[in-house]
DNA sequence: CGAAAATTTGACATGACTCAACTGGAGTGG
DNA sequence: CCACTCCAGTTGAGTCATGTCAAATTTTCG
């Protein structure tokens, strides 16, 4: 295969594995793109026509406030999806911005295609419940430390979930995700270091 | 029929109506449960059993932090889904209470019962995928809201977004689940009135 | 190397929490 | 019908967490 398609079936293959069929049906409706560091997979306004496999890379999702001020919703690396699924599925112009943080290579799906699958091989529905269960789950626990915990809590939590990621990331994204300021976040670390 | 499922067919019709088959299916696996006010669907070191939809009346999802304060990381009223979800798939103890703050009437389906709607009839994976989507898209706002707004703004898009429900609601849950204090929010809305 | 961006740091301002006292219903039992 | 308790809500004083602004320093990347 002249794509790299190959992450995505063992990515599924995860979940529940693919036939034959399937991955061929699959293979053809999805498009390779290779994407430049601070390049926009999508902006405000516009509706958002892809969801988007990451095969290398690292991408954010994010909202910019009428400061100005951005505000990190998610972040996706190797093996992850990212779309404004309110903006794909109701074709309404998204409030998000996708840009990547990294160079880096996707798989895109239109919609078209997606409801092509979902129909013909029930077997997407199964797995895209699947994944975006496990997401949701994920976003929950997000939610939860939010509501409970105070700043340095978070900064914790989020470099022992994503130990990886948070390696890759600068700490002013970081703090976009976390809800707090980067100074504030610098103050958070320096106290660290010092205990 | 004698219970009450008819809320249920309708809910999924909403979305992807149900056959004769499918309608019999899901009315011969799911049980019908009359829940007191205060009384516990879930409680913390239990495995959450049951996907539990909300025919009448109103529950809270929470946790408790080692203070002892809860953190309302849900509420669920009429035709709502309430679940530990991560606890459910994965038959791992919840961390969450699930309660009843108004006397409900409620459907619930056990984990082998959904598994075997979803293996003989695909609809269901395709319904539950598109609700779970529509409660990921409810909850990234609700993030999205809660690393950017203060206190006040919060308060605000909650009456906005669920003024029914915020009716139902003491201040003190409602307080729980924008994650600041009850004092905090009489204070909040004190000025509200103000001006 | 050099410009631009990220990080750090400090002084100060404000949002939000804590604690404690008070208020005002909604039951409950006499 | 009253006295009582029990909660939820309110209010105020003081404190702590976090934000703002600005300047200095370090890192990144073209």
């Avoid at 995860?14 to 049906?25: G, H, N």
């Avoid at 239109?110 to 797995?127: A, Q, V």
């Avoid at 895209?128 to 409970?148: A, C, D, H, P, T």
Wanted: with cysteine.
């Amino acid at each position: 295969m002249s794509k790299e398609i190959i992450p995505l079936i063992s990515y599924f293959k995860s979940f529940i594995p693919l036939s034959k069929e399937e991955i061929k049906a699959l293979n053809e409706r999805v498009t390779e793109r290779r994407i430049k560091r601070k390049q926009f997979i999508l902006q405000e306004h516009e509706v958002c026509r892809y969801y988007t496999f990451v095969v290398s890379g690292c991408f954010k999702m994010y909202s910019v406030d009428k400061d100005g001020t951005e505000h990190n919703l998610q972040f996706a690396s190797e093996n992850d999806w990212i779309v404004d699924i309110d903006s794909f599925h109701n074709k309404k112009p998204s409030k998000l911005y996708i840009a990547a943080l990294e160079n880096a290579v996707v798989l895109q799906i239109e919609k078209n295609d997606l409801w092509y699958l979902y129909t013909y091989f029930p077997k997407f529905d199964r797995n895209f419940r699947v994944i975006i269960e496990y997401k949701f789950i994920e976003l929950q626990n997000r939610m939860l430390q939010n509501i409970s915990a105070t700043g340095d809590e978070k900064y914790e939590f989020f470099l022992k979930q994503y130990p990886q990621l948070a390696n890759r990331l600068s700490n002013t994204q970081i703090a976009s995700y976390l809800g707090i300021t980067p100074q504030f976040l610098s103050k958070i670390r320096a106290k660290r270091i010092r205990n």
